[in-house]
């Protein structure tokens, strides 16, 4: 019966001491809590919804969102970033449900470790524009379908199949 020394060799040998390195380099950085606050636009026409999707300056496409300011409750935060992001005024803010996405990231010598909790928006009218040019490029709307595929990350496509199913289950 033929046995492998692999775990002896040179190669193993460097694996784990990488291994061992980066989860050490990982431990040592300060881990910050961060949380923000975004919104799911959407339109509803007739039985159709059509969702709003914009596309950050490092290219990719989600919905917006950011940090609080001091002293923003929640619902100011969000009015804030969807006009500083999209030019919208004219929505409505779902209380429940929420919709909850996870991350960590390095940022400089930090690891940031992210919340950002999402709240359905119905907006009024299908417009948009962009007001932050240093950080949104574009901006689209969308039907599911086509804003599944334009989505860039994989949580966010989890958060709008959730909040898809909920609107078109809502009596």
Request: charged residues 30%; negative net charge.
């Amino acid at each position: 019966m033929a046995t492998t020394k692999a775990v002896g060799t040179p190669l193993f040998r460097r694996l784990i001491f990488l291994i061992k390195k980066c989860y050490i380099v990982f431990m040592e950085k300060e881990i910050i809590k961060d949380q923000s606050f975004g919104i799911i636009p959407y339109y509803k026409e007739g039985d159709k919804l059509i969702y709003l999707l914009i596309c950050h300056k490092a290219g990719h496409w989600a919905f917006p969102k950011g940090h609080p300011e001091a002293g923003e409750s929640i619902p100011e935060t969000i009015q804030r970033e969807i006009y500083e992001e999209t030019g919208i005024t004219k929505f409505e803010i779902l209380p429940k449900p929420t919709f909850e996405e996870k991350y960590k990231f390095e940022k400089g010598e930090k690891i940031l470790d992210k919340t950002v909790t999402y709240y359905l928006g119905k907006i009024a009218e299908l417009k948009a524009e962009i007001i932050r040019t240093e950080e949104i490029i574009d901006f689209a709307w969308l039907d599911y379908d086509r804003a599944l595929e334009k989505i860039s990350h994989e949580s966010c496509i989890r958060i709008l199949k959730e909040a898809n199913d909920f609107l078109i289950n809502q009596v």
